[in-house]
């Protein structure tokens, strides 16, 4: 069953009418989600319900939100699993347990074509996904939210129903849905070229113009050329672009090459853990700020954690702080003499997001390992 919503009066009733003018498009309404999941279970219809979801920070909002409602938070009639890629297989791999009561999986777009639920019978879309972006002109790459093709909708409604007839809602309006691309803009065509170049020499491929030029979508000349440049300013290629004994070791971290070479010389001057905790939480789309709450909340307390400073926002000088409070309350260690002066881990609490931080403190053990 395909929901999707057009503003035609003749064909909704005021109330919905005027439900669909409050809703803010591109915000996931949790109470639509579970008015859906209230429907679901008036049908008396076994199988999971998938979620889809644009990434873990949704996730674990979405899964606090169910855990604490009254129906959908009994234990005894349905179970609550997230789905992400960061997560350890043996929680990912719950989701294809039988199970007596009804799973209710929320899940990033994973389980659009990387895995198949058998018992999957209902699929919630929220039609957002996150996805990198790449800027350059600044040359950094960030994380977004972003609608899906229609061919993600496609993708997603094949999920609903894999072994018997399935239901798929939409939670889009109908324009939003007509205004959608047909098919996402490859990924090789926005994102930083500067692994995928580094990779292509390691692998023994030749020259790495040629290569990339071959591509179904071949980037740009003049981005393949600055990924190059890139990797010449980081000493990881030389000057007739061959791969030096640095980008040998740069392309085997899971990290981007100018990271990986932050971390190598961090290492070489004993400081090495400030850098890999900057370079995990630059590396991750885990998200260390709570955006249920106000901007000028979260701006205050990021200026204090800078020191204080209006004139200068610092990002790493901010995620070493927010790890450095955190590790200091795991260990109940005291603030050093002369510093501190931004005070402790509990007074951020309803800021920081603490399910990112703790995923992010355990990406360093990747790069260790």
Same mark, same amino acid.
């Given at each position: 069953m395909l929901m999707v919503y057009d503003n035609r009066s003749d064909k909704y009733s005021a109330a919905t009418l005027d439900l669909l003018k409050r809703?803010?498009?591109?915000?996931?309404?949790?109470?639509?989600?579970?008015?859906?999941?209230?429907?679901?279970?008036?049908?008396?219809?076994?199988?999971a319900v998938l979620i889809f979801l644009p990434g873990w920070?949704?996730?674990?909002?979405?899964?606090?939100f169910l855990k604490s409602h009254k129906i959908f938070g009994d234990e005894r009639r349905f179970l609550l699993l997230p789905l992400h890629?960061?997560?350890?297989?043996?929680?990912?791999?719950?989701?294809?347990?039988?199970?007596?009561?009804?799973?209710?999986?929320?899940?990033?777009?994973?389980?659009?074509?990387?895995i198949t639920i058998d018992d999957v019978v209902f699929v919630i879309d929220t039609c957002l996904l996150k996805r990198r972006v790449y800027c350059p002109k600044t040359n950094v790459t960030s994380y977004i939210v972003d609608w899906v093709s229609k061919s993600n909708i496609q993708q997603r409604q094949g999920r609903a129903g894999r072994v018997r007839s399935g239901y798929f809602f939409v939670l889009c309006s109908k324009r939003r849905y007509e205004a959608l691309e047909e098919f996402k803009i490859p990924e090789i065509l926005v994102s930083s070229l500067v692994e995928t170049c580094l990779l292509i020499k390691y692998l023994g491929f030749g020259n790495v113009s040629d290569f990339l030029h071959r591509c179904i979508?071949?980037?740009?000349?003049?981005?393949?050329?600055?990924?190059l440049a890139n990797l010449r300013d980081i000493n990881a290629f030389d000057n007739v672009n061959n791969l030096t004994p640095l980008g040998t070791i740069l392309v085997k971290l899971p990290i981007d090459p100018r990271l990986g070479r932050m971390v190598m010389l961090a290492l070489l001057m004993g400081l090495g853990g400030p850098a890999l905790t900057i370079a995990a939480a630059s590396a991750t789309a885990h998200e260390l700020i709570n955006h249920s709450n106000s901007l000028s909340e $979260?701006?205050?307390?990021?200026?204090?954690?800078?020191? *204080? !400073?209006?004139?200068?926002?610092? #990002?790493? &000088?901010?995620?070493?702080?927010?790890?450095?409070?955190?590790?200091?309350?795991?260990?109940? $260690?005291?603030?050093?003499?002369?510093?501190?002066?931004? *005070? !402790?881990?509990?007074?951020?609490? #309803?800021? &920081?997001?603490?399910?990112?931080?703790?995923?992010?403190?355990?990406?360093?053990f990747q790069f260790i390992k």
């Open positions: 809703l803010r498009e591109g915000v996931i309404c949790f109470e639509l989600v579970v008015s859906i999941l209230e429907y679901i279970e008036s049908m008396y219809v076994n199988g920070a949704a996730i674990f909002e979405l899964f606090n890629s960061q997560l350890a297989y043996r929680d990912n791999h719950k989701v294809f347990e039988k199970v007596t009561q009804r799973k209710i999986i929320l899940s990033t777009n994973i389980a659009e074509t990387s979508d071949p980037p740009s000349p003049r981005s393949v050329q600055e990924a $979260a701006g205050r307390a990021m200026m204090r954690l800078d020191g *204080g !400073s209006a004139s200068r926002i610092s #990002d790493h &000088l901010i995620v070493f702080r927010i790890f450095s409070l955190f590790e200091r309350q795991q260990t109940g $260690a005291t603030a050093p003499a002369g510093g501190g002066s931004y *005070g !402790s881990f509990a007074e951020y609490r #309803d800021v &920081l997001n603490l399910n990112g931080i703790i995923q992010v403190r355990l990406t360093p």
